[in-house]
């Protein structure tokens, strides 16, 4: 774990920066891979100009879900803090959320199809997802509960995790759920390849779901959010909510939908 890559000057090139920078760039690269090889024609222009739109929305979404939902007793006391972003605190699920809304809008207002670009980018999502992870890892600012044994992820003594546990093993809740991501990617690829296809929309609602379980159940490892009713952290009822909303669009996307998603590997 390293926040800072290097100094030029006085100015900290940062971690957390560069790899968030990263895993936006290339899951946009992938994005517009599908849209130029499984797409409709002029889907990748299209693209050019929501990426830009997603990359504001999802960071806008991100910080507002991480200091009103997640940790809201502690930008409460440091508001200063709020606008910080590049010392950590962006939330993937809000983050999805700002992207959306923005997306949405646009493909309104251009009346094209919102299943389309959104089948198009899911792998970019999940490949974009696992990367972020990383950069939470190497920034240190999302980590893991004690484990209670001789096992587990020892933060360097400058990061919140051992400000908050001491010299305690943690949980790899981060790594694991950025493995989890690539997982999920590499099972969408399979599931494409059926030969009858699958429904526009079908692999938009895949993520909203699965993810989401796995979201659920990895957030029981984490020791950096506040929990509240069950002993759940913003995270889960998020990911629950998420997961019921996949599943009504689910039966829409089954019942209604009568063309197939573009991404027919």
């Not at 290339?26 to 990426?51: C, M, Q, R, V």
């Not at 009346?111 to 990383?134: M, N, V, Y």
């Not at 909303?245 to 197939?260: H, T, Y």
Request: some cysteine.
């Amino acid at each position: 774990m390293h926040s800072y890559w290097f100094h030029i000057g006085a100015f900290p090139v940062r971690s957390y920066s560069t790899v968030f920078a990263l895993a936006f760039l290339l899951g946009l690269g992938i994005t517009l891979y599908f849209a130029k090889t499984k797409g409709n024609p002029g889907d990748a222009e299209h693209w050019w100009s929501l990426g830009p739109l997603c990359l504001v929305g999802g960071i806008l979404g991100a910080r507002f879900w991480q200091v009103f939902f997640f940790d809201w007793g502690y930008y409460s006391q440091y508001p200063g803090q709020i606008i910080q972003i590049w010392n950590g605190g962006l939330s993937i699920q809000g983050g999805i959320i700002g992207a959306l809304i923005a997306a949405i809008i646009y493909l309104v207002r251009k009346k094209l199809s919102f299943f389309h670009f959104a089948d198009i980018a899911t792998p970019g999502i999940l490949l974009g997802q696992s990367i972020g992870r990383d950069a939470d890892f190497m920034n240190g600012s999302a980590y893991g509960a004690p484990t209670h044994q001789n096992f587990g992820v020892l933060f360097p003594a400058d990061t919140l995790a051992r400000q908050q546990y001491g010299n305690q093993p943690l949980w790899p809740a981060v790594i694991w759920e950025a493995q989890v991501d690539i997982v999920l990617m590499a099972l969408l690829f399979v599931l494409l390849q059926r030969k009858k296809g699958w429904p526009r929309g079908f692999a938009f609602v895949y993520y909203l779901i699965v993810y989401n379980i796995c979201r659920f159940f990895l957030e029981m490892l984490r020791g950096d959010s506040p929990r509240g009713v069950f002993g759940w952290d913003a995270a889960q009822w998020t990911a629950l909510a998420t997961v019921l909303v996949g599943v009504i669009l689910a039966i829409w996307v089954f019942r209604k939908s009568k063309q197939k998603t573009p991404l027919g590997l």
